[in-house]
C-alpha cells in the first residue's frame, strides 16, 4: 500500500514549484527532501498510513489553491504594504544580501522607507488646483 502513497507524492512534487531565487530556502526543496527522507526505500517504505494520507491530502489542497479560490480576495494586502512583487524580491537570496549590507535596519523599516520616498514623489508630481 506504500507503493500509492509514494506514487501520489512523486506526482505532488511534479504540481509544487520550486522557488529558484531562494536556493534551498523555499517548501517546494523542503517538500522534496522529506519525501526522500520518508520515503528512503521508495515503493518499498514503511510509513505511518494515517499521517502519511493527512499530509498528502493538506498538501495536496494547497498545491491546487483551494482555500485561495473558496475566499477570493479583493485586494492583496500584507503588513508592510509592500506589493508581493517587492516582497518576493526581497526574500530571495539577493534581497536577503542586499538587506545585510543595509545593517541594523529591520524590514519594516526599510518598507516604511522606501513607501515614504515613493509617497513623497507621487504627491510632489501632482499639480496643485
Not at 526581497?90 to 515614504?116: F, H
Request: proline fraction near 1%.
Amino acid at each position: 500500500m506504500s507503493a500509492s502513497r509514494y506514487r501520489n507524492f512523486l506526482q505532488l512534487c511534479e504540481k509544487w514549484p520550486v522557488d529558484k531565487s531562494r536556493g534551498e530556502r523555499n517548501l517546494g526543496s523542503l517538500l522534496r527532501k522529506r519525501i526522500m527522507e520518508s520515503f528512503s526505500k521508495a515503493e518499498a517504505s514503511v510509513v505511518d498510513e494515517i499521517t502519511c494520507d493527512r499530509a498528502y491530502t493538506s498538501l495536496q489542497r494547497i498545491v491546487a489553491d483551494v482555500h485561495r479560490n473558496k475566499w477570493i480576495r479583493t485586494q492583496t494586502t500584507n503588513a508592510t504594504g509592500a506589493s508581493a512583487e517587492s516582497l518576493h524580491q526581497t526574500l530571495s537570496d539577493e534581497g536577503l544580501k542586499e538587506i545585510k549590507e543595509e545593517g541594523s535596519k529591520g524590514l519594516t523599516t526599510i518598507y516604511k522607507e522606501k513607501a515614504m520616498s515613493v509617497t513623497s514623489s507621487f504627491t510632489s508630481g501632482k499639480k496643485k488646483d
